[in-house]
């Protein structure tokens, strides 16, 4: 089958080649035949979609619409939606039908793109490999005994195999960029206080961020557009006015400064994955870039200090999940404290509670300045690390992961090495910068991922500099083999 851009799909619908309707049938036929092969979606929306899509050819026909009006989207199933059943794969929200839609949902419906289903993740975005879901693995549409990433695994799964078009994620510590690199896509994560987080269900307040993972860095301009901007209802968003992120795609970067971390490119990464990353880095110096190298001394210390972070904000965020108000209820309890105890417990999956204890034991007294208010103190090295960098190049470029996807049942049982997964991703959470992955090649028929960082707000200069990758390579239209019939 083939894999339509966003782009071709607004095309196609323009020049009237296809209808709404149309295209939205296509889409839940490839779900209904290639989803069980990968587990990438948790809730269908078909019939609202139908619906939804009907009025969305009126208004086509009537040539009162849209650039993304009629076209199918899917969402993490992190994202609030109002009367569709939002699970953040647990558990505890196995049957939560949330009575408002997020913002970035709202802003998304504003624009006339169509939701077609929640995807898998894992649980409340806890994990680097989707197999924490209460719903089961998502599979890697390169290799199905490999895993697609995590925690936005199934909204990866779901673009690399051509099921979607295009689909929400959110990063807290790399949940967009590593599984986009784990299967051949483009996924971008914008700056700390870029897209709202109202009604997005928090995991680390302090480091997430919405973003998406599509095919090219030109369907991501498109839908960014739809999607950022000032939220009231979200404190933390920033009153920054949103480019024209499509304007700049084309802008030369010829006598633009790349930095690659001395850090980056140590002996943790693999000596394949290094040598592709080496040809990508050509790429950008054909197109003109200077490369140079650079130091970010504390970056080491990113893994450890996200730990803590990310954990102590979990345990305080996850607190509100008792079955009293909402959420998994049992009926055979004794007492007060029994209903409590027993709701959590089964509630919540393994890795969900080793963080609500870790977060819980880092903020408790006398551990507190030990652990949190350290981690605090480092995170903000690792920020004016960035800072002093960024005073000498224009963007920093590395690896988005150690090596290519590895097996499902690799690493689950041992969680320090699952942590150590997001070495490259994480710092660019802590110091709430843009950031986005790319293939950039592949090895033994798996594709790698590079990662590019930008200052705050330079969302648009990412994907400058990867649109000019990508009309220069073809590692982006590169389509797994198990899903090219139709
Ligand atoms: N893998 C990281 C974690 O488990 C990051 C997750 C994320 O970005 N949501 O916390």
């Not at 960024?390 to 049982?413: C, H, M, R, W, Y």
């Not at 090895?443 to 991922?449: R, S, V, Y």
Request: with cysteine; proline share 5%.
């Amino acid at each position: 089958m083939e894999r339509f851009t966003l782009k071709k799909l607004i095309h196609m619908i323009s020049q009237r080649e296809i209808s709404s309707a149309e295209l939205v049938s296509i889409y839940f036929q490839r779900i209904k035949k290639y989803d069980h092969f990968l587990n990438s979606f948790i809730t269908l929306n078909q019939e609202s979609a139908e619906e939804q899509s009907l009025i969305a050819d009126k208004k086509i026909q009537a040539g009162n619409y849209d650039l993304l009006t009629g076209i199918p989207y899917a969402s993490k199933d992190i994202f609030c939606t109002k009367g569709i059943k939002t699970t953040c794969a647990s558990k505890m929200l196995e049957n939560f039908v949330p009575p408002y839609d997020s913002t970035v949902i709202n802003q998304i419906k504003n624009s006339g793109a169509i939701l077609v289903g929640k995807t898998n993740m894992d649980e409340f975005a806890m994990g680097s490999s989707n197999e924490t879901s209460y719903f089961g693995p998502v599979y890697n549409p390169w290799d199905l005994e490999r895993s697609p990433g995590g925690s936005s695994g199934g909204s990866a799964a779901a673009v690399a195999s051509g099921i979607i078009p295009i689909a929400l994620g959110t990063d807290t510590g790399g949940s967009i960029r590593q599984p986009a690199a784990f299967t051949g896509i483009t996924g971008l994560k914008p700056t700390y206080g870029r897209c709202s987080r109202y009604g997005m269900i928090a995991f680390a307040s302090s480091l997430d961020q919405a973003g998406l993972l599509a095919l090219t860095a030109e369907d991501i301009a498109i839908f960014l557009e739809a999607m950022s901007g000032f939220d009231p209802l979200d404190s933390t968003s920033v009153e920054e006015p949103v480019p024209q992120y499509s304007d700049s795609l084309h802008n030369s970067i010829a006598g633009k400064t790349i930095g690659l971390p001395k850090e980056f490119f140590n002996n943790s990464l693999d000596t394949e994955s290094q040598r592709i990353l080496n040809q990508g880095i050509e790429i950008y110096e054909k197109l003109g870039a200077k490369i140079t190298e650079i130091s970010l001394p504390n970056v080491g210390y990113s893994v450890p200090t996200y730990y803590v972070v990310a954990s102590a904000e979990c345990s305080s965020n996850l607190a509100r999940y008792d079955g009293i108000r909402y959420g998994y209820r049992d009926d055979n309890t004794k007492d007060l404290d029994d209903l409590y105890r027993t709701n959590r417990q089964i509630g919540f999956g393994d890795e969900v509670k080793r963080r609500i204890m870790t977060g819980t034991y880092v903020l408790s007294a006398g551990y507190y300045d030990a652990y949190y208010l350290k981690a605090q103190k480092v995170r903000q090295l690792i920020s004016n690390d960035f800072e002093e960098a960024f005073k000498e190049v224009d963007l920093i470029i590395g690896p988005t992961t150690q090596s290519p996807a590895f097996n499902i049942g690799e690493k689950i049982d041992d969680p320090v090495s699952m942590y150590m997964n997001d070495i490259y991703t994480i710092s660019s959470n802590l110091a709430g910068l843009p950031a986005l992955s790319h293939p950039v090649g592949f090895f033994d028929k798996l594709p790698i991922g590079m990662q590019l960082i930008a200052p705050h707000f330079h969302e648009y200069q990412l994907l400058n500099f990867c649109h000019l990758f990508q009309q220069e390579t073809d590692f982006h239209l590169q389509q797994p083999q198990a899903f090219l019939d139709d």
